[in-house]
């Protein structure tokens, strides 16, 4: 069979050469020459320092324009403004007016009614401070100055704040004052202790209507420490002095006296300053001992040391100068013989 030429390509080769083409010789030639060049050229070229780069100069701040009319930030006006600015601020108290409290408290500490129901009054619209109907609750007004009338009745009385100094025995509050002062009364005006004792100790407690004064008396920030007498029912060792100085676990707490001092050459009688005041913590501390509590009294809390003429289940009304006195920090240390 004969085919055309146009169909058939190139004649074969009658023998395959298989060896290493021409073309790839060469450029494996080339390459390797180029290499040899270029490491030469790098070994005989010093290499040339790295070029140092300016530093970018600060461009200059554009300020704003000027308002018409506004001086400049730097001038007198701005400064006056400025300092009238700060000595606003300085002069607007933070949180209420003092000596204010709020209306539903008020009607509350009045023994008008609970607070609850105080507060059911307000939104009633049944309430009214200089002639003006309240409907706030939280409306701080002041108890000695405005004149909160009920249901359109005459002013109600309010209740002066009292400080009250008392001397308790054991179940005194919980007994005696309710049963002396609040029998008879639906709703006894609001006075509260400040803090505690329990039952079986005796001594120096504040009772008050202030609430922020009590808080203050309470509050960690005032660092005021509180003294306390205590008679042991036998006579305490050396080692069991030590003890109650290095403290005990109390409420899951570490606690340790302030201070611990003999009152008298009788080895029954400690002086114990505490700081904290957790429950119980001075019984706790003389019983980690060893010791049995035979009597607690309070005599000091801050700078205010009880009265020996105040007798059990009295009190005093504290003045002025011993209100400062409670917060007084250089009489906490004062012992009196």
């Not at 009190?315 to 906490?332: G, N």
């Amino acid at each position: 069979m004969i085919l055309h030429r146009r169909f058939l390509g190139p004649p074969l080769p009658s023998k395959l050469d298989l060896g290493i083409p021409s073309v790839l010789v060469q450029r494996r030639f080339s390459l390797q020459t180029k290499l040899c060049q270029s490491t030469v050229t790098a070994s005989t070229v010093q290499l040339q320092p790295p070029r140092k780069v300016a530093a970018k100069q600060p461009q200059p701040t554009v300020k704003s324009p000027e308002r018409p009319g506004q001086q400049p930030s730097g001038s007198p006006a701005a400064e006056r403004r400025a300092r009238s600015r700060k000595k606003k601020l300085a002069e607007k108290p933070f949180g209420p007016p003092s000596g204010t409290q709020r209306l539903a408290k008020v009607l509350a500490g009045a023994g008008v009614s609970s607070r609850r129901a105080a507060e059911d009054l307000i939104f009633d619209g049944q309430v009214t401070v200089n002639g003006k109907i309240v409907l706030v609750p939280q409306t701080f007004v002041d108890a000695g100055k405005d004149e909160v009338r009920v249901k359109g009745q005459k002013p109600i009385p309010q209740t002066p704040v009292k400080r009250l100094v008392v001397d308790i025995f054991q179940d005194w509050v919980d007994k005696e004052w309710k049963r002396d002062h609040l029998s008879g009364r639906a709703i006894p005006p609001r006075l509260f202790t400040v803090g505690r004792l329990d039952s079986q100790t005796t001594g120096l407690i504040f009772v008050t209507n202030d609430g922020p004064w009590a808080q203050s008396v309470q509050h960690p920030s005032s660092a005021l420490t509180k003294e306390y007498v205590v008679t042991t029912t036998e006579p305490f060792t050396a080692r069991q002095l030590d003890t109650i100085a290095a403290g005990c676990e109390v409420d899951g707490a570490f606690v340790a006296p302030a201070s611990l001092s003999l009152v008298t050459d009788q080895r029954n009688k400690l002086r114990i300053v505490v700081s904290e005041g957790r429950n119980r913590e001075v019984r706790r501390l003389v019983e980690n001992a060893g010791l049995d509590v035979g009597s607690l009294k309070r005599v000091r809390i801050g700078g205010y040391r009880m009265e020996r003429e105040l007798g059990l289940g009295q009190y005093k009304l504290l003045k002025a100068h011993e209100l400062r006195r409670v917060f007084d920090r250089t009489r906490q240390g004062a012992i009196s013989s």
